[in-house]
């Protein structure tokens, strides 16, 4: 066994065997010839992937490991780290989507010859999609710094190690300007322990595609690592490239893993717009600059995957050290870093990038927005995600102030609350234009989306958002100013904003959506709730008759009733469709329909169907939901466990009915420092006839009701009661 091979851990190896831990932890115990451990620590050891596949094999265990899986083993317990691997396999995965023949004869033969002729053949692919790298030969970026672990993507690290991408970039000063940065070309000792990756992720791509198999370990990666990333969903990324338009440059200044140039390059290209560099090209330009070198490589991968556009990305703090100091490009996209105390205040007292004036030290996002707009060319688009407070802000009045007075603000929308991290905070969408003339009679655009907002953390309504942001945009766009909307938009001449404040957030400046039918409204919510306050009591439980000593069932576990065939076991994904809703573990506690969504990949996701029960596996709470036909087909979301009883053994409502016991949950959790979860196999249920099932089943589904309707009595009244306040507030109901 080579002493760099790929390790993987327990949990890994439950994975391959679709298994649970306890089971490789009785594998251990029982059998000596179990593998060694040869990493980790003594409470989490690592063990040789080759052995365990070997030891499963030879025991029978192993029947069929689905082939995305065990690639992924490859990268989480690659020697080097799963960045690395990520990054060996997406310049594998694009020289098989750019030269498919070139691959079948590099990956012929042996893993040593592999190693040797790959860096000769990703230099033929990288040339042209990259451009010359000033490093060329070199792994840097595949070579993580000592003692450094996977970087947040908007972390202070770049500047450690800023030539990893190819182009030196010193502290405190530019780049050389729009110099192209390639991920470096790994040497072939370097790629050697990677080749069983290198092969299963070329066999994945035979089933999948090149780019989805790079979707799906990249999407593994950042679900496997929540912390160490600040995503931008998928919804805004699209919301923010429709609102820039087509653009044939696009900047993305701090691009973590790329998502809103990738949505920018979904978006298409437009002849009308020239490039800064030169001659009208055929084809879209993509810079990307980020403070993590790792980022910006696997953002250049993802990006040369997703486009046949040219791609220039950088490693680098943008504001410190810009990699494209002379770009002037159609389009920015910017989710900057928020509440950045040390962003370069002291350093960039005097850049001329700050056009529209100085920014205080707590105010990085304005830093970050005159960065992008000494980025456009005249009449080019910025757009750039914001936190609400950035536009009421006493420090930075003086400056929002220049912005409008100057018709470089154009628009300020707020979105949803849940929209993008920190989900409990409605940020807000700037939309910015670098003037190319001063305009007559300026006004600008104030949105605000939050009645799109959606429940639990499901996320908003972004078609609602799309729809009702873009239709305001570009009517305001097309006449330069926009006719009240109430509740969801107005266009104000920039001279009501400019008083002491230069308050900019809409919902100060937005009346109220009109209120003409609201005592209707409100006269109907009082009927609902009298409905079902009614319901409620017909289906309150008759009183419970003494028990003079509670029965001794023979019992059994989930587990056991799995092996049987009793029940199917299911877990819920980390990838769907963007077409399938997803049932949350928030829907499931708070009885509602399914409200989430789970990124986009080929995996195919766990569908409900009528019947199934539904257990939160998170949170410590007794809760068990059976499927009906209003919530049949939605995907199973994360955190979730779905038992799927078989209908001539087990009675689905009996099943959901005793799992909700709180002793049994209480026997079946384990306890970590900040969290509670529920080992499913481990519930309790008991050994009874499938008529004796369904008389508990029934009284179970009675409970369930009774349980639904005093949530909707819950709910209607809360409305009421906020309707009756509102009403009373704003006039429109009377105190009689």
Same mark, same amino acid.
């Given at each position: ?19 649970? $831990? ?95 002729? &790959?860096?000769?053949? !990703?230099?033929?692919?990288? /040339? ?35 030539? /990893? ?38 066999? !994945? ?7 989805? %198999? ?17 995503? /931008? ?69 993802? &990006? ?15 504001? *410190? ?44 996002? &304005? ?25 009421? $802000? ?49 006004? =600008? ?111 059994? %576990? ?9 029940? =199917? ?9 963007? $077409? ?26 766990? !569908?409900?169907?009528?019947?199934? =029960? ?59 420092? %900040?969290?509670? *979860? ?31 309707? &005093? ?26």
């Amino acid at each position: 066994m080579q002493d760099n091979a790929t390790e993987v851990t327990a949990a890994g190896i439950a994975r391959l065997a679709g298994v649970g $831990r306890a089971a490789v932890s009785n594998w251990r115990r029982r059998h000596a010839d179990f593998p060694k451990p040869v990493g980790g620590t003594e409470t989490s050891p690592s063990f040789a992937l080759a052995d365990v596949e070997a030891w499963l094999r030879w025991h029978g265990k192993l029947a069929e490991v689905p082939l995305r899986e065990r690639v992924w083993q490859h990268v989480a317990g690659h020697p080097a780290g799963p960045v690395t691997a990520l990054t060996h396999a997406g310049c594998v995965l694009l020289l098989i989507h750019e030269r498919p023949t070139v691959w079948l004869e590099v990956s012929a033969g042996s893993d040593e010859r592999l190693a040797a002729m &790959l860096p000769g053949a !990703l230099e033929q692919v990288f /040339t042209p999609r990259f451009g010359a790298s000033a490093d060329t030969g070199t792994a840097a970026v595949n070579r993580p710094r000592p003692g450094a672990s996977d970087s947040a993507v908007h972390g202070p690290s770049a500047l450690d190690d800023p030539s /990893t991408l190819g182009v030196p970039i010193t502290p405190g000063a530019p780049s050389t300007p729009g110099a192209p940065s390639t991920p470096g070309v790994p040497t072939g000792p370097e790629l050697l322990p990677s080749a069983p990756l290198l092969r299963g992720a070329a066999e !994945l791509a035979a089933e999948l595609g090149a780019r989805q %198999t790079f979707e799906f370990l990249l999407g593994r990666h950042l679900d496997a690592n929540p912390r160490q990333y600040t995503l /931008t969903p998928a919804g805004l990324a699209d919301l923010m490239a429709a609102l820039a338009g087509p653009a044939r440059t696009v900047l993305d200044p701090a691009c973590g893993p790329g998502a809103l140039l990738c949505a920018a390059a979904a978006s298409g290209t437009t002849p009308a717009h020239s490039s800064a560099h030169g001659p009208e090209q055929a084809g879209q330009e993509l810079y990307a600059q980020d403070s993590a070198p790792d980022l910006a490589a696997l953002t250049a991968l993802r &990006l040369a995957l997703h486009s046949r556009a040219t791609v220039h990305t950088a490693a680098g703090d943008t504001l *410190r050290a810009d990699a494209h100091p002379h770009l002037r490009a159609d389009a920015v996209l910017c989710h900057p870093p928020f509440n950045e105390r040390n962003w370069g205040h002291d350093e960039l007292a005097y850049d001329p990038r700050w056009e529209y004036g100085f920014p205080a030290r707590t105010e990085s996002e &304005l830093a970050w927005v005159q960065h992008a707009l000494a980025r456009l060319r005249d009449g080019g688009t910025a757009v750039v995600l914001m936190p609400p407070a950035a536009a009421s $802000r006493r420090s930075g009045r003086r400056i929002r102030a220049d912005l409008l007075r100057r018709g470089a603000l154009r628009a300020v929308v707020a979105l949803p609350a849940g929209a993008a991290p920190p989900y409990n905070i409605p940020l807000h969408l700037w939309v910015l234009r670098r003037p190319d003339r001063a305009p007559a009679q300026p006004e =600008v655009l104030l949105a605000d989306a939050g009645q799109f907002a959606g429940e639990g953390r499901g996320g908003p309504d972004w078609q609602g958002v799309r729809d009702a942001v873009l239709d305001a945009w570009r009517t305001y766009d097309r006449a330069g100013r926009l006719a009240e909307r109430p509740g969801l938009a107005r266009s104000l001449p920039v001279i009501d904003l400019l008083d002491d404040d230069v308050d900019l957030a809409p919902a100060r400046h937005l009346p109220p959506p009109a209120a003409a039918d609201g005592a209707e409204q409100l006269a109907d919510v009082r009927e609902r709730l009298g409905e079902t306050l009614r319901l409620t009591a017909e289906l309150t439980p008759p009183p419970a008759g003494a028990v003079p000593s509670a029965p001794r069932w023979p019992l059994t %576990t989930v587990g056991e009733l799995a092996r049987g065939g009793a029940l =199917v076991l299911r877990t819920g994904g980390n990838g769907g469709h963007a $077409r399938v809703p997803v049932l949350t573990d928030h829907d499931v506690l708070a009885g509602t329909g399914p409200s989430g969504t789970l990124p986009e990949s080929d995996e195919d996701p766990v !569908l409900t169907e009528p019947g199934d =029960v539904v257990l939160p596996v998170l949170g410590g709470g007794a809760v068990a939901r059976v499927i009906d036909e209003t919530t049949s087909g939605a995907a199973l979301g994360r955190n979730l466990v779905l038992l799927r009883p078989d209908p001539a053994a087990l009675d689905a409502w009996f099943l959901a009915g005793f799992l909700r016991g709180s002793a049994n949950n209480r026997q079946a959790s384990s306890y970590a420092s %900040t969290a509670t *979860r529920l080992d499913a196999r481990r519930l309790h249920l008991p050994r009874l006839p499938l008529a004796e099932q369904r008389r508990y089943g029934a009284r179970f589904r009675a409970l369930d009701e009774f349980e639904r309707a &005093l949530k909707l009595a819950g709910r209607l009244g809360e409305q009421l009661v906020r309707g009756m306040y509102d009403g009373l507030t704003d006039g429109t109901v009377t105190p009689g």
